[in-house]
C-alpha cells in the first residue's frame, strides 16, 4: 500500500459514523475527504507528531512503530463532501473539514 501511495498520492477518504442497527446507511452522517497522501520520515518532525497523535488513540500499538518497515501516512485534505443525513449534502474545505472530523 505505501508503494502505491508514494506512486500515486491522490486519495480519497471516506469517515461515517456508525451504522444503527435498523437504520438505513445512506442517512448516516458522514464526510468523503480528496486529499495527497505523504509518508513522513522515520524520526523527522511530522513522523513524531503522527507517532503522537497515533499512540495516543491507540497505546498498544506502540511496538508496531518500532518496526522497519513501519509508515506512517499523513493524508492533506483538499476538498471534502459532507453529508449530514439524507438530503443535505455540501462541499467543505479547509476549517470546515476540521470542524466536521472533531466533531
Wanted: one cysteine or more; charged letters at 20%; a negative charge.
Amino acid at each position: 500500500h505505501t508503494g502505491n501511495l508514494q506512486a500515486r498520492p491522490d486519495v480519497s477518504l471516506l469517515v461515517a459514523q456508525p451504522e444503527v442497527p435498523g437504520e438505513p446507511v445512506h442517512a448516516l452522517p458522514r464526510v468523503t475527504l480528496q486529499g495527497r497522501a505523504t509518508t513522513p520520515e522515520v524520526g523527522s518532525e511530522e513522523w513524531q507528531a503522527c507517532k503522537s497523535a497515533y499512540l495516543a488513540r491507540f497505546p498498544e500499538a506502540e511496538s508496531m512503530t518500532k518496526l522497519n518497515d513501519f509508515r506512517f501516512v499523513a493524508i492533506t485534505a483538499t476538498r471534502g463532501r459532507h453529508v449530514d443525513g439524507f438530503g443535505m449534502a455540501r462541499n467543505v474545505h479547509d476549517d470546515e473539514i476540521v470542524s466536521i472530523l472533531s466533531t
